[in-house]
């Protein structure tokens, strides 16, 4: 069984870079056909896909984030990362990392971690 | 970019039918994906590829996906089954990943 488990400061200043981390255990970040995600909901709101990583070091973003995106793999801890340069308070939100599958659709989620932008 | 539009709500009373349903144009040519995410909770996959469940999602979860138009229905629902409820597509032609807008279902 999959699992994920999000970790990275809870509060994060405007202007800042945002900065999470996604731990994988009961599985590999190397495995094909798996694409590492991260998704975001603000409070009370939906559910926004920012963008993923794949083990090779390919990303995919969504164009609406993709200027201030990167994500990365770290195959040798089993982790892959988010970072969201100059934040702002429209940025508060629970992020969640997920596996994605093409043919599955996100199929393991992390419990999300809540990011809260404010001075 | 591409759009999923659901109902923002759906009431059901206790052993009764929902039926969530999710727009998009020519939804039909794609997979569409379901998820269930309980407050508090992160959201659980319920329904894959339209009709497919995931091991231990119970088969009171079904799907279809017709024309512009696919849908989740929960058979004999539960009070258990209070959640908001997204539909999810890979947008073939950019290679990005949408979310519908979400459905708030209530168990009256």
């Known amino acids: 069984q999959v699992q994920l488990q999000e970790s990275g400061p809870g509060l994060v200043k405007p202007s800042e870079t945002l900065s999470l981390t996604c731990t994988v255990s009961?599985?590999?970040?190397?495995?094909?056909?798996?694409?590492w995600s991260w998704i975001r909901q603000p409070p009370g709101k939906g559910l926004e896909w920012i963008g993923y990583?794949?083990?090779?070091?390919?990303?995919n973003y969504n164009p609406s984030l993709k200027s201030r995106v990167t994500i990365s793999v770290d195959t040798s801890k089993n982790q892959f990362s988010l970072k969201l340069t100059s934040v702002t308070a429209a940025d508060t939100a629970v992020f969640y990392c997920?596996?994605?599958?093409?043919?599955?659709?996100?199929?393991?989620w992390g419990q999300g971690t809540l990011v809260t932008v404010s001075s | 970019s591409y759009v999923l539009t659901q109902p923002p709500s759906v009431s059901v009373a206790p052993g009764q039918t929902a039926t969530i349903t999710c727009g998009g144009n020519?939804?039909?040519?794609?997979?569409v994906h379901w998820y269930q995410q309980k407050p508090g909770q992160a959201p659980v996959l319920v329904v894959y590829?339209?009709?497919d469940r995931p091991s231990g999602i119970p088969e009171r979860f079904s799907g279809s996906n017709f024309g512009s138009t696919a849908t989740l229905t929960i058979s004999r629902v539960e009070a258990g089954d209070e959640a908001d409820y997204y539909c999810?597509?890979?947008?073939?032609?950019?290679?990005?990943?949408?979310f519908g807008t979400g459905t708030k279902v209530t168990v009256l």
């Open positions: 997920a596996r994605l599958s093409y043919s599955r659709g996100f199929d393991y």
């Open positions: 009961g599985g590999s970040v190397s495995s094909g056909h798996s694409f």
């Open positions: 990583v794949y083990y090779s070091g390919s990303t």
């Open positions: 020519n939804l039909a040519s794609t997979s």
């Open positions: 590829d339209d009709v």
């Open positions: 999810q597509v890979w947008d073939s032609s950019t290679d990005h990943f949408v």
